[in-house]
């Protein structure tokens, strides 16, 4: 059987686009499950949450989000097949220094801090600058609730309910 360079050329393109849309599929999966999360955690009908962007290394995943003038950064950590909401802060979601107190190897660490700014400097410098609001660090319960701080309690408030991809 004979190939001409054209057949050759549209199945490597064929194939190249296969192998490239597979992994952009499941990363879209990812941030659609980390997203759901956080959505079905703290989005009211009186005020909407807006996720946006997640970023993912592994198993972990920092996410911006911005309820009414509030703005943070999200930490969660998948759990076999679950998404686990750690913790809430601002900017520490940003530096790699702070993300290896947070748990994650200095090269993770490295790896998220990047991918985030990199990220967000897609996003509107007004949105970028709720997520540094955020004033600290709230570690979240397994249950996902956490202590109200500065307003950031009631912006989401108190009734977490499941927290997992199911």
Partial sequence: MRFSTRAAMRALAIATV???AQPLAAHAEVTDTVRHVLMQMFDKPEQRLAVD??????DIAVAGWAQGE????ALLRRK????QLILCSGDALKEAKSL????LTAEQAEAMA????TAEARLDPSVVQKFSRF?????MQADGSH???GGHGEGHGSDHANHSSN
Wanted: proline share 6%; glycine share 18%.
């Fill in 80 to 83: 076999g097949a679950d998404w």
């Fill in 18 to 20: 296969l192998a490239t």
């Fill in 100 to 103: 290896q107190q947070f748990g």
């Fill in 70 to 73: 509030m703005g943070g950064r």
């Fill in 53 to 58: 962007p997640v970023t993912v290394e592994g």
């Fill in 114 to 117: 990047t991918a985030v700014v």
């Fill in 135 to 139: 004033d600290g660090v709230v570690m």
């Fill in 147 to 149: 202590p109200s701080v």
